[in-house]
């Protein structure tokens, strides 16, 4: 099957730094990918949609120029956590469709730990 | 939006001991997907529903849609440590790739 590759798996950052968490499609394009946050105990959330060649559309409630998504490549989306603080520590996951456009291929996560 | 809910939000069974989780949607599902999470780790995906009425298996793991594509249910059978974890559904909104996910079932076997 399809695969979505997520890095890194883990990061610590300070406050006030900046992080960027990497999702790519391996094996397939992918002109659409979606970005989940999970707090503990708590259900996947969709955050955004990141969008090849154009702007990302985010949810209601999430902070586009905190969580900048850019969507480079038909096989690379990025988001960067900016000014982060302990409160965006959180698992951040993407996913992106598979080349039969139906079915969501996840990438593996990110655990982010602000301090 | 669609919602799903998912019952129970956890279980606690004895190894050996068959056990049902469920999942009903606010509307009828494109697809419904089963992962298995342990929290902080990606999603395991365990199986994809899209016919009404379909019913899936893999080794002791049963899932089924109802005929009105609004309810799933997953089933495990003789329950082991190894199927302790979070299980989430998840629901294809009709936008390809993005989902909906269940607010998930926190299973503990206890051996």
């Known amino acids: 099957g399809a695969v979505v590759s997520q890095h890194p798996s883990r990061v610590i950052c300070k406050s006030g730094t900046s992080v960027k968490i990497e999702c790519r499609s391996l094996?397939?394009?992918?002109?659409?990918m979606f970005w989940y946050r999970q707090f503990p105990k708590q259900s996947l959330m969709l955050m955004a949609t990141?969008?090849?060649?154009?702007?990302?559309?985010?949810e209601q409630g999430v902070e586009k120029d905190k969580f900048l998504i850019n969507h480079a490549s038909l096989t690379l989306s990025t988001l960067t956590v900016t000014s982060a603080h302990p409160e965006d520590s959180s698992f951040y996951i993407c996913?992106?469709?598979?080349?039969?456009?139906?079915?969501?291929?996840f990438g593996q996560g990110t655990r982010l730990t602000v301090v | 939006s669609q919602e799903l809910e998912q019952s129970p939000q956890s279980l606690i069974v004895q190894e050996g001991k068959n056990l049902t989780i469920n999942c009903t949607s606010s509307?009828?599902?494109?697809?419904l997907y089963w992962y298995k999470q342990k929290y902080g780790e990606g999603l395991i995906f365990l199986m994809m529903?899209?016919?009404?009425?379909e019913e899936k298996s893999h080794e002791k793991i049963t899932a089924k849609l109802d005929e009105k594509k609004q309810q799933s249910s997953l089933h495990i059978t003789a329950s082991q440590p190894s199927h302790a974890g979070i299980y989430l559904c998840g629901a294809d909104t009709g936008n390809a790739g993005k989902s909906t996910f269940g607010d998930g079932t926190t299973l503990t076997v206890k051996p």
């Open positions: 509307k009828t599902l494109y697809g």
């Open positions: 996913s992106a469709p598979g080349p039969a456009g139906t079915e969501a291929f």
């Open positions: 990141s969008n090849e060649g154009s702007k990302a559309t985010y």
């Open positions: 094996d397939f394009q992918a002109t659409t």
């Open positions: 529903l899209q016919k009404g009425g």
